[in-house]
T-cell receptor
Framework: GQQVMQIPQYQHVQEGEDFTTYCNSS?????IQWYKQRPGGHPVFLIQ?????EVKKQKRLTFQFGEAKKNSSLHITATQTTDVGTYFC??????????FGPGTRLSVLP | ETGVTQSPTHLIKTRGQQVTLRCSSQ?????VSWYQQALGQGPQFIFQ???????GRGNFPPRFSGLQFPNYSSELNVNALELDDSALYLC??????????????FGPGTRLTVT
């Protein structure tokens, strides 16, 4: 079945440093979504990417969808303590429902 | 516009018992998906309901069942609870079902502990 992997599993950064998490699927995806989950909270939808090679920006966050639609990345510029949490990618395999990756846990040291 | 709500917040059950978890979808959303999230892991898809019918199911045994009501609220039922069922159960509502692309809005979850 479809598998979604994320690296790294954990990332510790100093406030102001950049952060990137990578998502890889074993199968081609129709679209990919990114979610953020704060400690003790629930996943919150960040963005959805649909087109091959698509790049979307939300303030300090940049999301990319690979040309082959099998990988994606989330880059945060100049991290802040409010960025702390676990970032999940979730891939949709053409209507087979979303498969979430294991997440990347980000901690930001002030 | 009201968000997704779930009840109860926490629940403790004994192995072998049955449990029912409830979810009210966001206003205007007709699709509800249920996920199981074990500690330190990503959410695992259990099933999705659209217009009171199951619309896709993940790799979970039949003792996991669900319902959706005419007002689009939903229930997740788990029979013969096992220790490994201890997890956060998340409900997510969306304006459209699979296979259309859709944003999912998660509720706060129900923390189930099986002893």
């Amino acid at each position: 079945g479809q598998q979604v992997m994320q690296i790294p599993q954990y990332q510790h950064v100093q406030e102001g440093e950049d952060f990137t998490t990578y998502c890889n699927s074993s199968t081609t995806l129709s679209n990919i979504q990114w979610y953020k989950q704060r400690p003790g909270g629930h996943p919150v939808f960040l963005i959805q990417l649909v087109k091959s090679g698509e790049v979307k920006k939300q303030k300090r966050l940049t999301f990319q969808f690979g040309e082959a639609k099998k990988n994606s990345s989330l880059h945060i510029t100049a991290t802040q303590t409010t960025d702390v949490g676990t970032y999940f990618c979730a891939g949709d395999n053409y209507g087979q429902n979303f498969v979430f990756g294991p997440g990347t846990r980000l901690s930001v040291l002030p | 516009e009201t968000g997704v709500t779930q009840s109860p917040t926490h629940l403790i059950k004994t192995r072998g018992q049955q449990v029912t978890l409830r979810c009210s979808s966001q206003s205007g959303h007709n699709t509800v998906s249920w996920y199981q999230q074990a500690l330190g892991q990503g959410p695992q898809f259990i099933f999705q309901y659209y217009r009171e019918e199951e619309n896709g199911r993940g790799n979970f045994p039949p003792r996991f069942s669900g319902l959706q009501f005419p007002n689009y609220s939903s229930e997740l039922n788990v029979n013969a609870l096992e220790l490994d069922d201890s997890a956060l159960y998340l409900c997510a509502s969306s304006p459209r079902p699979s296979p259309e692309t859709y944003e999912q809005y998660f509720g706060p979850g129900t923390r189930l502990t099986v002893t």
